[in-house]
């Protein structure tokens, strides 16, 4: 019996110690999962700081990091292209990296260049004349020429153009590939209108063209879409949706990207989606008369006068979606607007304002120099400014 006893105390005693010990392992699993558990939520809160702190830190200032001296021409055009800067005028046409160097030159003989852009290609025309370049960041793609006159172009990331030609009674679209396919979209007066405005999708794709004509003494506007895959192949004339609107002049149409496209008429802002028919998907009338309307494959502002001395702008946002981001009130008198990811900028050849769609005043301030082209560097509030006499990279502080 004693020996008995003495097994089952020693039993039990080792039981006892393998609880201690397993209550210790857990006990110890719990405070290393408590450590790392603060740790993280330490983290976090401090990249939420760190976040909302340069989501609400203004700058007041910008330094010079880097600077390339120019020559620039009298009667030239510079804009942005990509990331890079495009000059053009009558005579040619050239691409300069952030360094100054030359990525290429085209030389021509026009009497009014009209540009279109998409991304970093663009495509030159001369109003009334016959010749097209095609250029991408870094080099030549393709050179067209058409047998009617040119009123209007339009471009994709892909090289291909489509071109507004004028005949007697009917107006042409002519559709350029660089390996030399071609289509062709046919309008008149009596059926299609007259074509007021047009754009490639991105892929080249997708055509969105804008008609403006007379039914019965009433102004209309046409906004037809053109498929040249393999949707379209089945269909007339390569044309697979549209819409029609009365008592309505709609000067502006555009792709953001393959699968969404706006129109901006005289009465509000339609937004339309898909990659292969694309359908109406939202609609702003205005009462107000519109001043201006500016885009990016994110982002569309419509801008309207403001009667009001301290702010005379008001610019309305809205996300590649359709939906309406917000409106915002400025008083700069600019010459140019692009957007950032969460912000807008706007500035003239003295001065600039970065605004954020949350309501902060990033940066507004003056400019060193007279600026002629700012182009964002990446999303680091770093900038590329082409002055009159440099090429100067510049980072707000």
């Avoid at 540009?115 to 004349?129: E, F, H, L, R, S």
């Avoid at 393709?142 to 471009?155: L, N």
Wanted: one cysteine or more.
């Amino acid at each position: 019996m004693a020996e008995i006893r003495n097994f089952r105390q020693e039993r039990e005693k080792r039981e006892k110690g393998q609880a201690d010990y397993q209550h210790k392992i857990r006990h110890y699993r719990l405070s290393h999962v408590y450590r790392i558990l603060l740790v993280v939520a330490a983290l976090i809160a401090l990249i939420a700081l760190v976040l909302l702190q340069y989501k609400n830190h203004i700058y007041t200032s910008y330094e010079t990091i880097d600077t390339v001296e120019l020559t620039v021409i009298n009667g030239t055009v510079s804009m942005p292209l990509g990331s890079h800067i495009l000059t053009y005028s009558n005579d040619g046409a050239h691409c300069m990296d952030s360094k100054g160097n030359a990525l290429w030159n085209q030389t021509y003989e026009m009497q009014n260049p009209i540009i279109a852009t998409c991304g970093n290609v663009v495509a030159i025309g001369d109003y009334n004349g016959r010749e097209i370049y095609v250029l991408s960041e870094d080099k030549k793609l393709a050179e067209f020429s058409t047998t009617m006159p040119i009123r209007s172009i339009t471009v994709a990331q892909t090289g291909r153009v489509a071109v507004t030609v004028a005949d007697t009674k009917i107006t042409w679209i002519d559709i350029f590939d660089p390996d030399g396919t071609i289509y062709e979209v046919r309008t008149t007066m009596n059926q299609s209108g007259y074509p007021a405005a047009l754009s490639l999708s991105p892929n080249g794709e997708l055509l969105a063209l804008s008609c403006i004509y007379v039914d019965s003494g009433v102004v209309k506007s046409r906004v037809a879409f053109y498929n040249f895959g393999n949707v379209g192949n089945n269909e007339s004339d390569y044309y697979v949706n549209g819409y029609t609107y009365p008592d309505t002049i709609i000067p502006t149409i555009r792709f953001m990207t393959n699968g969404t496209a706006y129109a901006l008429g005289d009465d509000g802002l339609r937004f339309f989606s898909g990659t292969q028919i694309p359908e109406l998907s939202s609609t702003y009338l205005y009462e107000e008369e519109v001043q201006g309307v500016y885009s990016n494959e994110n982002h569309v502002g419509v801008l309207f006068h403001n009667n009001s001395t301290d702010a005379q702008h008001k610019l309305q946002v809205y996300s590649g979606a359709g939906e309406k981001i917000g409106e915002y009130f400025f008083n700069l008198d600019f010459d140019h607007l692009f957007f950032g990811q969460e912000s807008f900028t706007v500035y003239n050849e003295q001065e600039c304002l970065i605004h954020t769609f949350g309501g902060v005043d990033k940066y507004q301030g003056e400019f060193d120099k007279s600026v002629r082209v700012m182009i964002p560097q990446g999303n680091s509030y770093r900038y590329l400014i082409m002055t009159n006499s440099s090429l100067d990279t510049v980072q707000l502080k």
